[in-house]
């Protein structure tokens, strides 16, 4: 590497903010890592930070770590993440009553300082630095100072407001992905490092609300989302809750499946949910999209993934949307449905495990013979033709 490169990250102790050092010390940056303590209740969280440091420094990778103590500041906000006698509500992280983990103005705060860190760096070693953060596609509405166009703005006015600010750059590597998009990352950036996954991530913390020994119940939103990253990469959770991984895991399954079906319920139609949620069947030629005919994409009513490309529908008499053939990619899931005294199989969403319909063995022999029968309101379609 011919000029030194150098990264600032605001480093939590979390699984994002940790995802994000080992993302550019895989790239052979030069990082320096502020941890903030704030007055959290799970200050715990700092600790956490310096044993991960530490475990580089022992692996002879070797970063700079700042804390900076804003305990007298925020004091003075209002948050359950700070405030002693205010309860850390459980449950989903998309769910409004998560409004009171937010802190005032937190990352406005916290960016004002990493972006200070890095302009005097910037100048030090006259070279241009990056701020990585850990924005992504999952970070919720109820955290608007997360979002891109919050980042968008704030480096904005820091850009007009200093000297020399055009050597500091904001960086956002996981902005188009989700948590199991870092924790992929951070896989990724391991082997790069000659480091152990599980050694890491048991030095992270992700729970608002630890015991004693630093162990989260693992009912808090944030550690429902932790848990399930780790489930969607096929990873235990190197970290120990306060009772067994499957007792946990099996936890936060079912709050998300309690909370995605009250989604349904509410922005889908009382027969759209009937079809996709309980594997309900439309009555047969009723469906909207059984005489589309447009070049297009038919994708899954509740979550977009794409099933069928619309060359591959046919007009099968049956009465509801056919196709002889699945988008490669679509993976769709086949399980045998004995209900009604039948044999058949069943097809579902792979992504969001929406009821789709059937498939049954009398369709058109030259496209090997299957009939996909779909039901339209699992649907919906995207028209190549309404985009050009
Ligand atoms: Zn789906």
């Known amino acids: 590497m011919s000029a030194e490169q150098f990264a600032v990250i605001s480093l939590s102790g979390g699984m994002d ?54 305990t007298s500041a925020m004091e003075l906000f209002k948050s359950s993440l700070i405030s002693k006698n205010e309860e850390i509500p459980t449950g989903h992280y998309e769910e409004s009553q998560m409004k009171s983990t937010v802190v005032p103005n937190r990352n406005a705060i916290f960016s004002s300082i990493v972006f200070g860190k890095a302009l005097s760096i910037a100048q030090e070693h006259k070279a241009s630095v990056k701020i990585g953060l850990g924005v992504h ?5 109820i955290y608007p100072d997360c979002r891109p166009e919050f980042y968008d703005a704030i480096s904005h006015a820091f850009f007009i407001g200093n000297w020399d600010s055009e050597r500091v750059t904001f960086d956002l590597p996981y902005l188009h992905g989700d948590k199991t998009t870092i924790l992929q990352d951070a896989i990724d950036s391991c082997k790069l490092l000659k480091l152990e996954f599980d050694e890491v991530f048991k030095r992270t913390i992700t729970s608002y609300e630890p015991d004693g020994e630093g162990r989260s119940s693992g009912k808090t939103g944030s550690d429902i989302e932790r848990i399930l990253a780790f489930h969607s990469i096929g990873r235990q959770d190197p970290i120990d809750y306060q009772s067994s991984w499957e007792e946990v ?123 996909y029968c779909i039901n339209s309101v699992s649907m919906n379609f995207e028209s190549k033709e309404d985009n050009s």
Not at 17 to 46: C, D, M, P, R, W
Not at 137 to 141: I, V
Not at 320 to 339: C, G, K, M, Y
Not at 343 to 370: S, T
């Open 137 to 141: 596609s999952g970070d919720h509405a």
């Open 249 to 371: 895991l099996q936890h936060a399954l079912q709050v998300e499946a309690k909370f995605l079906d009250e989604k349904y319920k509410s922005t889908l139609t009382d027969l759209e949910y009937y079809v996709t949620r309980k594997s309900g069947t439309e009555r047969p030629f009723t469906g909207l999209l059984l005489t589309e005919k447009r070049d297009g994409t038919f994708t899954c009513k509740c979550c977009d993934h794409p099933l069928f490309d619309s060359n591959s529908k046919f007009d099968s008499g049956c009465g509801w949307p056919s196709f002889h053939t699945e988008l490669e990619q679509a993976n769709i899931v086949r399980i045998e449905d004995l209900s009604h005294g039948m044999i058949r199989i069943e097809v579902r969403c792979p992504k969001c495990d929406a009821h789709l319909g059937h498939v049954f063995n009398d369709g058109p022999r030259e496209f090997g013979g299957e009939r």
């Open 17 to 70: 903010s940790t995802s994000l050092v080992l993302h550019y010390l895989s790239k052979q940056y030069n990082v320096t890592a502020i941890s903030f303590n704030y007055g959290q209740k799970h200050v715990i969280e700092i600790e956490r930070a310096k044993s991960f440091v530490q475990f580089l420094k022992d692996s002879n990778i070797h970063i700079q770590h700042e804390i900076a103590d804003l």
